[in-house]
């Protein structure tokens, strides 16, 4: 089996709080990450296909091929947008990496194997939201 991985970049602002609870509730849990004025990252967002080299290519997937499909399914729809507001599939989710993560795969995991028809599937998401802070999510 081989791991094959392709990373893709985005700009994106957010504010991470619970809409339930008071703004004293989510200044003490989120600190400034809770900022009612939002605040941005630089996303990065590394996406690992594990599989067997078609012998006819020698390509686990086309890395070319999984850039653009990563681009059109997540980098469009959150790229220089706003997390809490613009993007569909996180509508009324707090827009924390690890709920960012769950839903990038849910999108991806599926159009993998079709691009792949089968052969390959989406091992691991790496999403990077600053230079000390990343999550990986494998789909369990
Ligand atoms: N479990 C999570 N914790 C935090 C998340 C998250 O998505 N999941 N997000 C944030 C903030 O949005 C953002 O990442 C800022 O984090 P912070 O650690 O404060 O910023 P830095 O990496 O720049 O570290 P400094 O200590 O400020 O240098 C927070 N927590």
């Not at 619970?18 to 004293?24: G, L, Q, T």
């Not at 686990?60 to 569909?88: A, F, S």
């Not at 991806?108 to 194997?113: E, G, H, Y």
Request: with cysteine; proline share 6%; glycine share 6%.
């Amino acid at each position: 089996m081989v791991y094959i991985s392709r990373k893709e970049h985005f700009n994106a602002a957010h504010r991470v709080y619970n809409p339930n609870w008071s703004d004293e509730r989510n200044q003490e849990v989120f600190g400034p990450c809770a900022n009612p004025y939002y605040h941005g990252h630089n996303f990065e967002l590394i996406v690992t296909v594990k599989g067997k080299p078609d012998p006819e290519t020698g390509f686990v997937v086309d890395m070319k091929q999984l850039g653009d499909l990563v681009k059109r399914e997540i980098v469009d729809k959150v790229d220089h947008r706003n997390l809490n507001i613009e993007v569909p599939f996180l509508e009324g989710k707090i827009p924390t990496c690890e709920v960012m993560i769950m839903e990038f795969w849910t999108i991806l995991a599926p159009q993998v194997t079709a691009l792949t028809n089968g052969r390959s599937t989406l091992h691991s998401l790496r999403l990077i939201e600053t230079p000390k802070n990343f999550v990986d999510y494998f789909g369990e």
